[in-house]
């Protein structure tokens, strides 16, 4: 649904994308994380066929972003950071307004607003002035403005930025329905948490390139070794440890536990488990011990100012 290759924008000497290359399955939503002025915003403008690049080529459903701009911007909806509603106006000629810029029929403008006011609990204020509302209400009627058109693709540039938790969790209810309709994302956010619960893959930008690329499993994996497990015990490790030493590495232990890793955990903890059972040995628990994206994501930052060290 979306592909880029050596897509590039330079601004003078500044090279703010330069030469990424991102393949989107459609239905998938691509989380895009990295520091303030690592060129996602810029990345996105170019997608939504906004800026032109400097070098390099986008195409969203097999349309060309520069040759073919004006049918891009007809099937992809995007949220940008600053919300920009005219204050002026009040919800429902704001939707009509746009749905009339999209080419809606009267009809569909009056079912489709409706529609996402309702969803997003903005029904009631649809005669209130956009001055009116909120930050997050704000935020909220940007997103509706994003979908009026029922788009193939979405490009969300801190969607639940400034939202109270219940619109935040209206917002990402919403993003994880639109998956389930094989609608395509492209979500930028500083919230990892966030971003691990809505995402299939996992963007990471550092100076305009993609430093890393994959699930959350995988990233995790890749950057922070292989899974880390705990094991406790209902009596005392004391002669049990010979029983794990060929099946796992061994981190650290104390009197009842133990924490190791393994690579195939699917294969070696059935096994390990199996032998404490034939010993007689108690089994309290056996669990992965949590490891979040922020220690992936600070990972590659810290590479960052290294390499800038």
Known sequence: MIETANLSKHFGLIRAVDGIDLNVREGEVLALLGPNGAGKTTTVRMLAAILRPTA????????????????????????????????????????????????????????????????FDLWDARYQRLGE???????????VRAMLHDPLVLFLDEPTSAMDPYSARQVREAILELRR????????????????????RI??????????????????????????????????????????EDLVQLREYGDNWVRYTTQTPEMVNPRLMQRLIE???????????????????????NEVQSDAA
């Open 56 to 119: 390099g080529w986008a195409r969203i459903a097999g349309l060309d972003t520069v040759r073919e701009a004006r049918q891009v911007r007809r099937i992809v909806g995007l949220l940008t950071e600053a919300p920009g509603l005219y204050s002026r106006m009040r919800a429902l000629e704001y939707l009509d307004f746009f749905g009339q810029l999209h080419r809606l029929s009267p009809a569909q403008r009056t079912i489709r607003s409706e529609h996402l006011l309702r969803r």
């Open 133 to 143: 509302y909120s930050k997050g209400m704000r935020q909220k009627l940007a997103l």
């Open 181 to 200: 309709e094989k609608r395509t994302i492209i979500l930028c956010t500083h919230n990892l948490g966030e971003a691990e619960t809505l995402a299939d």
């Open 203 to 244: 963007a990471i930008i550092r100076r305009g390139r993609i430093a890393a690329l994959g699930s959350v499993p995988e990233l995790k994996r890749r950057l922070l070794g292989d899974p880390l497990f705990e094991l406790r015990l209902g009596t005392s490790l004391d002669g049990l440890l010979p029983l794990l």
């Open 279 to 301: 010993h007689g040995a108690p089994v309290i628990t056996l669990s992965e011990v949590p490891r979040n994206l922020e220690e992936v994501y600070l990972r590659i930052v």
